[in-house]
């Protein structure tokens, strides 16, 4: 069951005054880069380097972060174009985490790239955006090109660029307003009942939000969805414990336009069938069936490797935690949150489940270098945890037609 508050591993959420934001055919001005990161020459740090540096060359720059794995599955493409173009392409990965951190990072996880840290964030006030991975592509003469995604990047568009022929890619544009708590669906107080689904809304993240007030326990609204993410949101069960056994391309992730919103609300007193709901109307909505089945499968097996713990016992009860790629933190949560939050944000890649036996509540902080292999486990591992590979029978949600 998900019961977690976070943000998508490859989403960040930022305020900012974006009064002199640069768009596609703006001139970009001679910034200054504060902190680079030189490859190749141990972890140098240069400060004070112009863009203008890299004039007559094309200079992409890849906005990132060490917890986003979307941006870090680039690095490879990025090196192979970075060495295929040699002296007519400049790629800059900014970052606006510490220098330390990306050090390390990089010590863990070495690449053949320059890395600009932005922490005064010179570079992020003339290019607005709220998810990364974001990449501008600025042609040798200063211009910028393109505001899109990494995937977009590819030899053509930078062979194309540097021949002065036009290109032509989808743009990149956040929703700055989005705040996570504005009711995109202006639901009326009064509405009793509701299951209003809509298109993928543009430049927001894929996120979820519980109703409150008067539509406490039942009201939820997806933003961004796919139609399996719909399904397994409505049969509380995470990717890893899905199987589809339907034949042809029901489940498109590589159509972005397979998005959707949903906003369901049921009756007062009805609270209970909000989930039932839900797994009834995607049902006749979309024709795919789904149903919860036992299977036997390869899990991992979350258990005690002493006599106690490294937590606090703590006075509150929560059901809810804050994680992201390198960091767990949940106040009064039960240990098993620790196997709900593996599962949940794929970190081992199949499901987890909790065989410690520990009872009661937690106030639990983990924090680790997800790029050095093995960190995790060696968290857990300080905590008095090990993760053990076994096989489980257990629920999983089967699709079918």
Request: positive net charge.
């Given at each position: 069951?998900r019961?977690t508050?976070l ?5 960040i959420i930022?305020s900012y005054?974006?009064?002199?934001s640069?768009?596609?055919?703006d ?9 680079v990161i030189v490859?190749k020459?141990?972890?140098i740090v ?9 004039k007559d060359?094309i200079?992409?720059l890849?906005?990132w972060a060490?917890?986003c794995g979307?941006c870090?599955t ?5 090196e192979?174009?970075q ?11 900014v970052?606006h985490?510490p220098?330390?951190?990306?050090q390390?990072f990089?010590?863990n996880?070495?690449m053949?790239?320059m890395?600009?840290v ?8 003339y290019?607005e955006?709220?998810?990364?991975p974001h990449?501008i592509?600025i042609?040798?003469n200063?211009i910028v ?8 990047i590819k ?12 290109i032509?890619?989808?743009?990149k544009?956040d ?8 009711d995109?669906f202006?639901a009326?107080?009064a509405?009793?009942e509701?299951f209003n689904l ?5 430049g927001?993240p894929?996120f979820e939000?519980?109703?409150?007030g008067?539509?406490?326990n039942?009201?939820?609204s997806?933003y961004n969805?796919?139609i ?5 949101a409505?049969?509380k069960?995470s990717?890893?414990?899905?199987i ?5 391309k ?6 972005k336009?397979?998005?959707f ?6 009756p007062?007193?009805k609270?209970?069938n909000l989930?039932?709901?839900i797994q009834?109307?995607l049902?006749?909505?979309?024709g795919?069936?789904a149903?919860?089945?036992k299977?036997?499968?390869?899990v991992?097996?979350?258990k005690k490797?002493?006599?106690?713990v490294?937590f606090r016992?703590s006075?509150e009860?929560?059901?809810?935690y804050s994680?992201?790629a ?14 709900d939050?593996?599962e ?7 499901p ?11 106030d639990i902080q983990?924090k680790w270098e997800?790029?050095?292999?093995g ?6 591992a300080?905590?008095g945890f090990?993760?053990?590979k076994?096989?489980?029978e257990?629920d999983?949600?089967?699709?079918y037609k």
């Amino acid at each position: 069951m998900r019961k977690t508050t976070l943000l998508s591993i490859a989403v960040i959420i930022y305020s900012y005054n974006y009064a002199q934001s640069l768009q596609v055919g703006d001139k970009v001005p001679d910034i200054v880069l504060e902190n680079v990161i030189v490859p190749k020459l141990d972890g140098i740090v240069a400060k004070n380097l112009p863009l203008s540096n890299y004039k007559d060359k094309i200079v992409i720059l890849d906005f990132w972060a060490t917890w986003c794995g979307s941006c870090i599955t680039s690095f490879p493409k990025y090196e192979a174009l970075q060495k295929s173009f040699g002296d007519k392409l400049q790629i800059i990965m900014v970052t606006h985490q510490p220098v330390k951190r990306i050090q390390q990072f990089l010590k863990n996880r070495p690449m053949q790239l320059m890395v600009a840290v932005d922490t005064t964030e010179a570079l992020r006030k003339y290019f607005e955006y709220r998810a990364i991975p974001h990449v501008i592509l600025i042609d040798r003469n200063g211009i910028v090109r393109a505001i899109t995604n990494s995937e977009e990047i590819k030899e053509k568009v930078i062979e194309d660029t540097w021949a002065g022929i036009t290109i032509s890619l989808p743009v990149k544009k956040d929703f700055m307003e989005f705040d996570g708590k504005t009711d995109y669906f202006n639901a009326d107080s009064a509405k009793s009942e509701d299951f209003n689904l809509q298109p993928k809304m543009d430049g927001i993240p894929t996120f979820e939000k519980r109703g409150k007030g008067i539509f406490k326990n039942r009201r939820i609204s997806f933003y961004n969805h796919t139609i399996d993410l719909l399904y397994m949101a409505a049969y509380k069960m995470s990717y890893s414990r899905t199987i589809n056994e339907i034949e042809g391309k029901e489940f498109d992730h590589s159509n972005k336009g397979d998005r959707f919103c949903l906003d369901v609300i049921v009756p007062i007193g009805k609270e209970e069938n909000l989930y039932t709901t839900i797994q009834k109307k995607l049902s006749e909505v979309f024709g795919i069936k789904a149903k919860i089945e036992k299977r036997k499968m390869s899990v991992y097996v979350l258990k005690k490797n002493s006599d106690s713990v490294s937590f606090r016992i703590s006075k509150e009860t929560n059901d809810f935690y804050s994680a992201g790629a390198e960091y767990f933190t949940g106040n009064g949560v039960k240990v098993s949150a620790l196997t709900d939050y593996l599962e949940n944000f794929g970190i081992m890649g199949i499901p987890v489940i909790d065989e410690t036996g520990i009872k009661g509540r937690y106030d639990i902080q983990l924090k680790w270098e997800p790029e050095k292999k093995g960190a995790v486990r060696e968290a857990f591992a300080k905590a008095g945890f090990i993760l053990e590979k076994a096989e489980r029978e257990i629920d999983v949600l089967v699709f079918y037609k």
